[in-house]
């Protein structure tokens, strides 16, 4: 078997034309166009080149940037002021803290602190609580993105089994509660690093979600054949970037993302349809 491909960049590249319909639509009724904020604290080569990459999507689609760094030493206070002030901008639709934070600073405090109204990246308490209520609210980016990747490949949901590995806030905690809502109706499996037998987990899934940030985890001998394989994990070596998945994975799979060029570029779209969608929302209330 050979994988058809999930092609995340060229999706990516596709949502950014419709959006940018959109945010010019918004554009003229509020009389600005939608500001997306970030916040990162350091100078992590992953994390800039992240957010560089979400200020350049931001001028693709006719989006305003708002960029906040700190230094690595920033502290707990001086981050919290940041988050202050962007809560108070009206040019601000919404913002992200681009994660990880230094290990010095408390992450939950300061994705508390967020005004949930302007979290473009759902990870907000809140947020997370409509997620579970089955509420509308802003989506995490990387969950939303393998959602609507495997919609518009018409990868079956309704009834697959899915393995996600890796429990991080970003991707295994909250794609469980997307892929399990009426509308997907999968049925999820979340691995860990303490998961006793994980091959056979993954052997028993239709789709496999590898974030667990552990080079070539995921080998072509713990697959189901035809099964979906997206490689969410990223992991910088000195030969460059490594994914979760092992590249002869491809020709046990039926689909499979990439990484480089399928979940990471959709993750990025999402996060701009979320300021949109905000955008959006705020005009539609007096
Ligand atoms: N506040 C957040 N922090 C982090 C998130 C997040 O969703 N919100 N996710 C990741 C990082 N991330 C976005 O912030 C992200 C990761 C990877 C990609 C991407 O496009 N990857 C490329 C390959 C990487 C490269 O070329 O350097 C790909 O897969 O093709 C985009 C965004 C953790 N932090």
């Given at each position: 078997m050979n994988a058809q491909l999930l092609d995340g960049k060229a999706t990516a590249a596709e949502i950014r034309r419709e959006l940018a319909e959109r945010?010019?639509?918004?554009?003229?009724?509020?009389?600005?166009?939608?500001?997306?904020?970030?916040v990162l604290?350091?100078?992590?080569?992953?994390?800039?080149?992240?957010?560089?990459?979400?200020?350049r999507d931001c001028a693709e689609v006719g989006i305003a940037s708002i960029r906040r760094d700190l230094p690595a030493d920033a502290s707990q206070q001086q981050v919290e002021e940041t988050i202050d002030e962007l809560n108070a901008d009206p040019a601000c639709t919404g913002y992200i803290v681009?994660?990880?934070?230094p290990r010095h600073l408390d992450a939950n405090a300061v994705l508390e602190r967020m005004d949930p109204a302007k979290d473009a990246d759902g990870l907000h308490p809140v947020n997370l609580g409509r997620l579970v209520l089955g509420v509308e609210a802003p989506?995490?980016?990387?969950?939303?993105?393998?959602?609507?990747l495997l919609r518009r490949y018409e990868v079956p949901l309704a009834g697959a089994r899915v393995c996600v590995i890796g429990r991080g806030i970003t991707v295994g905690r909250p794609i469980g509660l997307l892929l399990t809502r009426r509308?997907?109706?999968?049925?999820?499996?979340?691995?860990?690093?303490?998961t006793r037998g994980l091959a056979w987990h993954v052997r028993e899934a239709d789709i496999v979600v590898a974030a667990a940030?552990?080079?070539?985890l995921v080998t072509p001998d713990m697959l189901r054949p035809g099964a979906a394989v997206l490689d969410v994990g990223i992991t910088r070596t000195g030969q460059g970037l490594v994914g979760d998945v092992h590249p002869d994975a491809a020709q046990?799979?039926?689909?499979?993302?990439?990484?480089p060029g399928g979940v990471g570029p959709m993750t990025r779209a999402m996060l701009l349809a979320n300021v949109v969608e905000a955008a959006e929302r705020n005009a539609n209330t007096p």
């Open positions: 945010v010019a639509k918004s554009a003229a009724a509020v009389g600005r166009p939608p500001g997306l904020g970030t604290v350091g100078d992590d080569p992953g994390s800039r080149a992240y957010v560089a990459g979400k200020h681009q994660l990880p934070l989506l995490p980016c990387t969950p939303h993105g393998i959602v609507e509308s997907e109706n999968a049925t999820v499996t979340l691995c860990h690093t303490a940030g552990s080079p070539g046990v799979a039926g689909w499979l993302a990439p990484m």
